[in-house]
């Protein structure tokens, strides 16, 4: 029903930054919140950031905050996560997460999800 598609992933320094993007496709009408999650080796998954159907309203772990920022563009079918002052400890496969209602830091509360994009920080 819907297909996420993320980008803009790779190896970046420690204090650079990097702009991942996440475009969806087909029954997008149905999208409300979106989000961003991370799965690093031999972690389970965590949420990172999510932002609520307008854009008016995000939310952030504590590790992100300050640091990241999402946004979406809803004219276009994308949403986005600017990294900026990257850490070692943001290594970590990045995964983009639609759900039909409000935002939420549960990952079962989204039900599409694309197929990741590897952001590697080296120190």
């Known amino acids: 029903q819907v297909q996420l598609v993320e980008s803009g992933g790779g190896l970046v320094q420690a204090g650079g930054s990097l702009r991942l993007s996440c475009a969806a496709s087909?029954?997008?009408?149905?999208?409300?919140?979106m989000g961003w999650f991370r799965q690093a080796p031999g972690k389970e998954r965590e949420f990172v950031a999510s932002i609520n159907w307008s854009g008016l309203r995000s939310s952030y772990a504590d590790s992100v905050k300050g640091r990241f920022t999402i946004s979406r563009d809803n004219g276009e079918n994308t949403l986005y996560l600017q990294m900026n002052s990257l850490k070692p400890e943001d290594t970590a496969v990045y995964y983009c997460a639609a759900g039909k209602g409000s935002m939420s830091v549960n990952p079962t509360n989204y039900a599409y999800w694309g197929r990741g994009t590897q952001v590697t920080v080296s120190s």
């Open positions: 087909g029954q997008t009408f149905i999208i409300g919140a």
